[in-house]
């Protein structure tokens, strides 16, 4: 908010939001009337930029002027803008402030998120406590000044086992025995506030607050000395004429063993494991639980393990925190808590008595401690009782998991989608695929011509093709047709996964020149393939070994003196041209017995042109001889 005192013009007015306007919005028509009767501008101008002469502008806005001249109060509605400017806010969706003095806006405009911060005490009795009559507790009060209502708020202390956070909500209270609320001006250093029951002593505030106080002409005076202890004792001491209180501290409650375990092992908790036996039950079984012994007070807690679909009713705990005595020829009977205070500490369980192999007698059964996790075994050992080593315990017989193997497939779709009906699901999902070998192989597949192996007198001249597809290992058999054979050709076998007569899957590394390969009962001979299969087969030899130069460069290099001496016998016969048949025949009389695959790598080798006529003494580049190789080389260009 703000005043418009001594602005007499919108060219006076600063340049903030819901200030100033322009003088066409203002008050359209005296505008345009103004333009026109004294500057004889048109009347579609809709812009002031052209005024250079102040007084010309000054008396224009002073005769259209939209604003009062002044307000009298922060709600006195004629210190708001006109009802025209109000209309045309509300079409633009802009908002104005209203115009006032600063001096007159209420509290929550003034004041807004301001607030005072005090450090007070109150003393709570202690009447369950012999040694403790009293108990003093620090808070801090926040009052909101908009409205001095207060909230008080108690620190977290940990392990205080307090209720501790916000004790009173925000709110405003009145003193006691009066129609008055309180206010900041009830906030000094001794003060006492009651609410709901409590005292609460003013000690301290924050800098702010002292400031704030001190402008409202309050004097908060000197604070208070903090109480820095939970356990010190208030007492109030009238002085004269009204003095403060003063305070003093009493003698702390005495140290004892009980509340040094509690300080000094409060959260540490030794964990066993154990077993007890149900064998006379109906359905005879032994069941494991979790022992836990809570050094801060000797107390035992047994918590049941549970399997899953063990049958067994999820029970929480089995034995609730508590201290167990031990076995003893007496019979103590049902005792109170009280008179449970009169029995030693050598009657109940402690940590040296639980050891690996003992047992614990809880309500009539024989718990037996056969491990216990690596903190308890490390506690232990540093306080001079190591534990022994785990005992193998057999809690139940592993269940033997019947495998069913899958019935043999009967021919009706792949085998693949017969087997999804044998996973034991009610609803099939279709067979997954190697989605990364369809991508690298797609479209790629290898070609053999086959033939019958032993065929009758009418298949004696059918032959086939063998399409082995990379992609997911399938084949298919399509018929060369031949005329006048009464076979018409085509599709032999549909695109499948085959196996052999053992049972495994045919793959492509199992198809090479020369083998024979059983298929749906029948039995075929692998008599040539494409150049595109021969390449593919000599570039993946770790697949086909047979296609392997290494492999074959290996097996000569085997009947190299052999060769050697063949080679010489043959003299100008060596550098001339031979058929593929007589290059066999030499090497089978050497002993160089090849299938094949291989003697079908071997003169692609050494028939690269594909002449059909090959050069012995090329064989030794083959084995690597580069010395025998050159001489007879020289010899035959």
Not at 97 to 121: E, R, W
Not at 131 to 158: G, H, L
Not at 405 to 422: A, I, K, M, V, Y
Request: glycine share 6%; charged share 30%.
């Amino acid at each position: 908010a703000m005043s418009l005192t001594g602005y007499r013009s919108i060219a006076e007015l600063p340049n903030l939001p819901g200030v100033r306007r322009s003088n066409l919005s203002s008050n359209p028509t005296l505008f345009k009337e103004y333009l026109r009767d004294n500057l004889g501008a048109s009347q579609h101008v809709k812009s002031d930029s052209f005024f250079d002469d102040k007084d010309a502008l000054d008396q224009l806005s002073a005769s259209i002027y939209a604003y009062p001249a002044d307000a009298k109060a922060f709600n006195d509605t004629s210190g708001r803008y006109s009802l025209r400017s109000s209309q045309s806010d509300r079409k633009s969706g802009n908002r104005s402030l209203p115009y006032s003095d600063i001096g007159k806006a209420p509290s929550f405009v003034t004041n807004n998120d301001q607030m005072c911060n005090f450090t007070a005490y109150f003393v709570e009795n202690v009447p369950e406590n012999l040694d403790e009559n009293e108990r003093v507790r620090i808070v801090d009060i926040t009052v909101y000044v908009v409205d001095e209502s207060m909230e008080v708020r108690e620190p977290y202390i940990a392990n205080s086992g307090l209720n501790q956070g916000k004790l009173v909500k925000k709110s405003r209270f009145l003193k006691p025995d009066s129609d008055e609320y309180y206010g900041l001006k009830d906030f000094k250093a001794g003060g006492v506030l009651k609410l709901f029951k409590r005292e609460y002593t003013i000690l301290d505030c924050n800098d702010f607050t002292r400031g704030y106080l001190a402008g409202m002409n309050v004097d908060f005076g000197e604070p208070y000395p903090t109480p820095t202890s939970t356990d010190m004792r208030i007492k109030k001491r009238e002085g004269a004429g009204g003095a403060p209180a003063e305070l003093f501290s009493c003698p702390s409650r005495p140290f004892t063993s009980l509340s040094k375990n509690f300080y000094e092992k409060g959260k540490l908790v030794l964990r066993y494991y154990g077993t007890w036996d149900g064998q006379e039950e109906p359905i005879p079984t032994k069941y494991r639980v979790r022992v836990h012994y809570y050094l801060a007070d000797d107390n035992i807690e047994i918590i049941s393990e549970y399997r899953r679909n063990d049958g067994r009713d999820r029970v929480p705990k089995l034995l609730r925190k508590m201290r167990v005595l031990k076995p003893s020829p007496v019979d103590y009977g049902i005792m109170t808590s009280a008179q449970s205070n009169f029995l030693d500490d050598s009657c109940y369980y402690s940590y040296s008595d639980i050891k690996i192999g003992s047992t614990i007698n809880v309500v009539g059964n024989d718990i037996l401690i056969y491990d216990a996790d690596e903190f308890t075994r490390n506690y232990l050992a540093d306080n001079g009782c190591p534990l022994d080593k785990r005992l193998d315990l057999v809690f139940e017989k592993p269940h033997q998991k019947i495998v069913a193997d899958p019935p043999p497939h009967n021919g009706f779709g792949s085998e693949e989608d017969s087997l999804q009906t044998c996973s034991g699901s009610l609803m099939p999902k279709p067979p997954k695929k190697d989605g990364l070998k369809q991508k690298l192989y797609a479209g790629q597949m290898l070609r053999f011509r086959i033939k019958f192996r032993s065929p009758k007198a009418v298949d004696a001249d059918r032959e086939f093709i063998l399409q082995v597809f990379l992609e997911d290992d399938t084949i298919q058999i399509r018929e060369i047709p031949n005329r006048n054979s009464g076979f018409s050709g085509g599709k032999f076998l549909s695109r499948s996964r085959q196996h052999h007569k053992d049972g495994k899957q045919i793959l492509p590394g199992d198809i090479t020149l020369g083998r024979t390969l059983y298929v749906q009962s029948h039995e075929f001979v692998i008599l040539d393939a494409d150049e595109f299969s021969l390449k593919y087969m000599e570039q993946n030899a770790d697949v086909w070994q047979d296609s392997s130069s290494e492999s074959l460069a290996k097996t000569l290099r085997c009947h190299e003196d052999s060769l050697r001496e063949v080679l010489t016998g043959m003299k100008d016969r060596a550098i001339q041209e031979m058929s593929y048949e007589e290059l066999h025949d030499t090497l089978s009389s050497v002993g160089v017995n090849l299938t094949t695959q291989e003697k079908l790598t071997l003169v692609r080798a050494l028939d690269p042109k594909r002449k059909g006529t090959v050069k012995f003494y090329r064989l030794f580049r083959i084995i690597n001889d580069e010395s025998m190789y050159s001489s007879w080389r020289s010899t035959g260009n």
